[in-house]
């Protein structure tokens, strides 16, 4: 069951960025692109950025599908400004660097950080509790005005919380942060956003 949910949940995100970006299949984009798009210029990394850190998960992905391994079941792919987020769950001690591996050999990857957890007790209805909890996460930092919800991506496996993305400075990160240790059945936040004058600073 819980191999199921899991495969859902990336297979499905991957049709879809295959298909905005038009990058793997050649395909047009899809209803609602539009609303994608203004979301992006939103971003702090900008449409271009978006769009260059879709096509980077949607080939990652690609690159574990063709290894033939069934890291797709287990392993989730986030990308922001090239920077490879792996989560997720995994009996097997060797998928995860697997995982690594495969994912460096894709260009525009500046960075992997491995985040897979090795758990042999995943249920589907730990799956169905991460999924609440980013959920409500994701409402909190919403509404909260002092918080630009749109420069941050959430990830959650097993109680835990992982974070990516940009933040104006270090009050809002502390602001997310506090956001995510209120809401329930978190065990942990590990955050691996950068700060606008950082991000802005190694560019430059």
């Keep these: 069951m819980n191999a199921l949910f899991a495969s859902y949940r990336k297979v499905i995100p991957l049709v879809l ?6 990058g793997l299949s050649g395909c047009g984009a899809v209803v609602g692109a539009g609303a994608t798009v203004g979301v992006a210029a939103a971003q702090e990394r900008g449409v271009k950025g978006r769009a260059k850190d879709l096509r980077v998960e949607a080939l990652v992905l ?12 287990t392993i989730g792919v986030e990308v922001y400004e090239g920077r490879v987020l792996l989560t997720g769950s995994t009996t097997n001690t060797g998928l995860s660097d697997q995982a690594v591996k495969l994912a460096y050999q894709v260009d525009g990857v500046t960075e992997v950080i491995n985040e897979i957890q090795i758990d042999k007790d995943g249920t589907a209805s730990a799956y169905a509790q991460d999924t609440w909890i980013t959920a409500q996460l994701k409402s909190k930092m919403t509404f909260d005005e002092d918080i630009l919800s749109i420069n941050y991506v959430i990830e959650t496996v097993n109680g835990v919380i992982y ?10 990160l502390d602001k997310v942060v506090a956001h995510a240790n209120s ?12 700060l606008k004058k950082k991000a802005f600073e190694e560019k430059t």
């Design 163 to 172: 974070l990516i993305g940009i933040a104006q400075d270090q009050a809002e």
């Design 183 to 194: 809401v329930d059945h978190v065990k942990k936040v590990v955050s691996h956003v950068r």
């Design 17 to 22: 960025i295959v298909l905005m970006t038009g």
């Design 62 to 73: 690609d690159k574990f599908l063709n290894a033939g391994l069934k890291l797709t079941t």
